[in-house]
């Protein structure tokens, strides 16, 4: 059900740049792309969201290619901290303004020292 | 502080006892949703809410109820609970209509026996 792919997992070390991608080849032309992670068993997080254009927060950047088929999402100094479970999620709509989250297994990113 | 808050983070019961997890949002967000999360299933929606008195299913609404009395609470209630409902709980809030992402609640842990 998920219209996301993730890679299962990645490493990372200490101080590098983590780049995560996501495909999404069926993507609509109006969806938009959210990232989100989950730090061990606690609540998943948002990290940042975008339609066409690279985006950027305190938390990270996300490049969005120009199909849309495939984003990135780079932490830019990855700390140990960042070791997570990270979620690329398609927002689906429904009828009627209702929504959910689909999300899939996420990519298990283990950031090094 | 911004937050959504469920209680209580852990609990164990006895197949068939009643029991109600409580949600309650403090950003006066529309939007309130419960999902479970599952070894190899990731998360999945239980059931979702719009606003005060308007509630739907989600994908897993099976032995499930809720409700919205008030705006920032939005209580999970298990009639009759059973082993297959032992799971990993979050409720998440969001503002109708903003496009920034869903605060998720620190989680709820249930096992039933």
């Known amino acids: 059900d998920a219209k996301t792919t993730q890679p299962t997992s990645m490493d990372c070390a200490e101080g590098r740049a983590a780049n995560l991608p996501c495909n999404h080849s069926?993507?609509?032309?109006?969806?938009?792309v959210y990232w989100y992670r989950q730090i061990h068993s606690q609540g998943p997080q948002y990290i940042i969201h975008?339609?066409?254009n690279n985006e950027t927060n305190e938390m990270a950047s996300l490049i969005i290619t120009e199909d849309r088929k495939s984003s990135t999402l780079i932490l830019p100094h990855a700390t140990l901290r960042d070791t997570a479970v990270y979620y690329c999620i398609v927002r689906v709509e429904g009828q009627g303004g209702s929504e959910k989250l689909v999300f899939g297994k996420g990519t298990k990113l283990t950031v090094n020292p | 502080e911004a937050q959504v808050t469920q209680n209580p983070r852990y609990l164990i019961t006895v197949t068939g006892k009643k029991l109600t997890v409580t949600c309650s949002q403090n950003?006066?967000?529309?939007?309130m949703s419960w999902y479970r999360q599952d070894p190899g299933l990731g998360l999945r929606q239980i059931y979702y809410?719009?606003?005060?008195?308007?509630?739907d299913k989600g994908d897993v609404p099976e032995g499930y109820k809720v409700s919205r009395k008030e705006k920032r609470n939005f209580p999970l209630i298990l009639e009759s609970p059973s082993p297959n409902q032992t799971s990993l709980y979050f409720c998440?809030?969001?503002?109708?209509?903003?496009?920034?992402?869903?605060?998720f609640g620190s989680g709820t842990r249930l096992t039933v026996v």
């Open positions: 950003m006066n967000h529309e939007y």
């Open positions: 069926t993507i609509s032309g109006n969806e938009y």
């Open positions: 809410s719009m606003n005060v008195e308007v509630t």
């Open positions: 998440a809030s969001r503002r109708t209509g903003s496009l920034l992402g869903y605060t």
């Open positions: 975008g339609l066409k």
